[in-house]
């Protein structure tokens, strides 16, 4: 067993995951499956973790267009909304 290996525990996951290192906790996650197939909190601790794994990866532009287009739309209704409040407050 690896130096590495040896601190593969559900706590090691967890302490990843709370530092945001959710890769590494899901590896880690997977190798407790491996030998411990039937524990239901590792398994939950690595849909979790494979969650915000997908969760944080770089979106592709097919994602990104429809982000985009709403920013505009809202920025062009935030302009509008100033004028319209500048008009209300000469009235």
Do not use: N
């Not at 302490?15 to 899901?26: K, P, T, V, Y």
């Amino acid at each position: 067993m690896t130096d590495e290996r040896q601190h593969d525990t559900l706590t090691m996951a967890r302490l990843l995951s709370e530092q945001g290192h959710w890769q590494r906790a899901a590896e880690i996650c997977r190798r407790l499956l491996q030998t411990q197939p039937g524990r239901e909190d590792v398994a939950e601790a690595l849909a979790e973790a494979e969650r915000r794994v997908r969760e944080s990866s770089p979106k592709t532009a097919a994602e990104l267009v429809p982000l985009f287009q709403e920013w505009i739309d809202l920025l062009f209704k935030y302009k509008r909304l100033r004028q319209l409040r500048r008009l209300s407050r000469t009235l």
